[in-house]
């Protein structure tokens, strides 16, 4: 059961992660709080943003101890720039999802890298500033012998779009993601089907400052996704199509203020507070081997939830920060054609450590392993397993 709810506390945390890639590490070990802090982080939920992080490159390390993702922002014009970022990446494929972490399609074969490319538009158009972002995901294999001709595949494009005005006052991002893909056996029968592969996501926030010390940023979210999938499969028989539907949605919402202390010359303090609620369903229609139909909830509300962070010099080249995130969590599992319903209540926490070192134009932020204090490097406690590091990034400005 504990095992169940660790999923279930990731899958809350997505609700808040639909429209973004990635996490950059200064936010994050700031209590996890890119809504409601400046960063070039920002760029993955608004992407407008980018117009004010012109020649930079960003680098993120971290996963698997390698080197994840490169990102050049590119600046084009002198008076009014059009900004272009490229961004590349080695994570793991983007496989398709029931939404809740669950692979969605059985595909025979693993899939092979897809992730092409992360393209990030801005420009500055009278008082407001635009912005877009468009990822595009692809593989395929196909094999063509006179014993087989299976295929399997699968594509994806996620669009953001933002705006901006001038003075960043408030940011506005859309999100739109469509995706399929494509599931035969060696006969060229379709195993399975994408019906329906879509998000949607708004998000906004506005920084309302109330004093040179105080601001506070108020923030709202809307987000909405489908998965469809027919198994041809399930009786046994390709050549019998609809065998199984399952339409998978997912829905939520988030409202939240936070706010921006600076108490001291640089020392940064983040706080902040809201609601989150997503309810995830799937209806089952079955046709073959026997006719039947289901439908199985699971609904989670945070009520509430709280962010903090600091951000504070120790030396001219060095800053400390620390972070901490608690989710207070109510789950709500149903099974209405079982009669059976199942409900948890607890709280999500998340403390986390990190430093960031500056070097003239260079910028490295760590997510630091708190080992490393406690029991020293490996060559003085001996354990050989302790990292020093969790997660890096390193910014380098171009001019």
């Known amino acids: 059961m504990m095992k169940k709810l660790f999923i279930l506390t990731f899958a809350v945390l997505l609700l808040m992660g639909t429209t973004s890639m990635a996490t950059d590490t200064r936010v994050l070990t700031m209590g996890d709080n890119n809504t409601v802090l400046l960063d070039d982080a920002n760029i993955w939920l608004f992407p407008s943003r980018i117009f004010e992080y012109q020649k930079i490159a960003v680098g993120e390390f971290g996963v698997n101890d390698d080197f994840t993702n490169f990102g050049v922002h590119w600046a084009f014009g002198n008076d009014n720039p059009i900004v272009f970022g490229t961004y590349f990446s080695k994570l793991a494929p983007a496989v398709p999802t029931d939404l809740l972490g669950g692979n969605l399609v059985p595909f025979d074969f693993a899939l092979l890298d897809n992730r092409r ?168 229609d079955i046709t073959l081997p026997a006719a039947a139909t289901g439908e199985t909830t699971e609904s989670y509300s945070v009520l509430p939830y709280f962010k903090i962070g600091l951000d504070a010099d120790v030396f001219k080249w060095m800053d400390v920060r620390l972070g901490a995130t608690s989710y207070w969590t109510s789950f709500t599992e149903e099974d209405k054609g079982a009669n059976e319903k199942f409900k948890a209540k607890y709280a999500a926490n998340d403390t986390y450590l990190g430093f960031g070192f500056h070097w003239n134009r260079l910028h490295v932020d760590t997510y630091t392993d708190p080992e490393l204090f406690l029991q020293g490097f490996d060559f003085i406690s001996g354990n050989g397993d302790t990292d020093m590091n969790f997660q890096l990034s390193v910014v380098y400005e171009m001019m």
């Open 117 to 284: 490319i992360d393209f990030l538009y801005g420009n500055q158009v009278g008082d407001l500033t635009l912005g877009a972002r468009i990822s595009y995901y692809n593989s395929s294999q196909e094999f063509d012998y006179p014993a087989d001709q299976s295929e399997e595949g699968f594509s994806y494009y996620d669009f953001d779009f933002g705006l901006t005005p001038s003075g960043g006052a408030w940011d506005l991002a859309v999100n739109v993601g469509f995706g399929s893909w494509t599931d035969k056996n060696a006969v060229g029968q379709k195993e399975t089907e994408a019906d329906g592969f879509m998000d949607i996501g708004v998000l906004g926030r506005y920084f309302w400052q109330r004093n040179p010390n105080y601001t506070f940023i108020p923030h709202a979210g809307f987000f909405h996704s489908k998965r469809g999938i027919i198994d041809n499969l399930y009786d046994g028989d390709p050549a019998t199509t609809d065998d199984r539907t399952d339409k998978y949605t997912w829905t939520g919402w988030d409202l939240g203020i936070g706010t921006n202390y600076t108490p001291a010359a640089n020392v940064l303090a983040v706080m902040d507070f809201g609601f989150m609620y997503g309810k995830w369903k799937d209806e089952v």
